[in-house]
T-cell receptor, first 115, second 114 residues
């Protein structure tokens, strides 16, 4: 069974400073890992995805995440926050090795960006 | 290229009623998954449809049922609505099943049960 723990429910940063959103996962098989972003009253947008290639994954809008198997982590980072980054972020796991598997979401981290 | 579309955008129902939500997948996608997102929570998997059959189901009661049509569009039906069914219902589509497939989400249908 898979599970995801997002270690912070709320992160607040100043505009132009780095962003770090933390995620730990548990998976019975080789995991696929995703980060999705949800702006208020909007659907979910895929930021980036790890399936088995490079452990450092680059996504849209300057975000990236590093898969660390030994730490079972998949933290999301961005060098410099922008006001438009304020949103809810979800870390998501799926079992890549098995057949039909759903996405399992974390509870989300709300990112606030202060001007 | 149209993304995933859902209708209606908002819906208000009363307890005990039945509701049908609709989803059209992204062009070229054949698999549709449905998720429920309660306020302040992450989405939870309801079920997935592929080749017009329910392939996998999450921990939801039988009041939640679905259908997939030959054109890959899908419906989510909820019977005997409860107050706790108030949530954002998200549809996601992908090309095939499997854990490595990227799922693309629609904007959701917000259901309020009074």
């Amino acid at each position: 069974a898979q599970s995801v723990t997002q270690l912070d429910s709320h992160v607040s940063v100043s505009e132009g400073t780095p962003v770090l959103l933390r995620c730990n996962y548990s998976s019975s098989y080789s995991p696929s890992l995703f980060w999705y972003v949800q702006h208020p009253n909007k659907g979910l947008q895929l930021l980036l995805k790890y399936t088995s290639a490079a452990t450092l994954v680059k996504g849209i809008n300057g975000f990236e995440a590093e898969f660390k198997k030994s730490e079972t982590s998949f933290h999301l980072t961005k060098p410099s926050a922008h006001m438009s980054d304020a949103a809810e972020y979800f870390c998501v796991v799926s079992d890549r090795g098995s057949g039909n598997t759903p996405l399992v979401f974390g509870k989300g981290t709300r990112l606030s960006v202060i001007a | 290229d149209a993304g995933v579309t859902q209708s209606p955008t908002h819906l208000i129902k009363t307890r005990g009623q039945q509701v049908t939500l609709r989803c059209s997948p992204k062009s070229g996608h054949d698999t549709v998954s449905w998720y429920q997102q309660a306020l302040g929570q992450g989405p939870q998997f309801i079920f997935q449809y592929y080749e017009e059959e329910e392939r996998q189901r999450g921990n939801f009661p039988d009041r939640f049922s679905g259908h997939q049509f030959p054109n890959y569009s899908s419906e989510l039906n909820v019977n005997a609505l409860l107050l706790g069914d108030s949530a954002l219902y998200l549809c996601a589509s992908s090309s095939g099943t499997g854990g490595a497939k990227t799922q693309y989400f629609g904007p959701g249908t917000r259901l309020l049960v009074l």
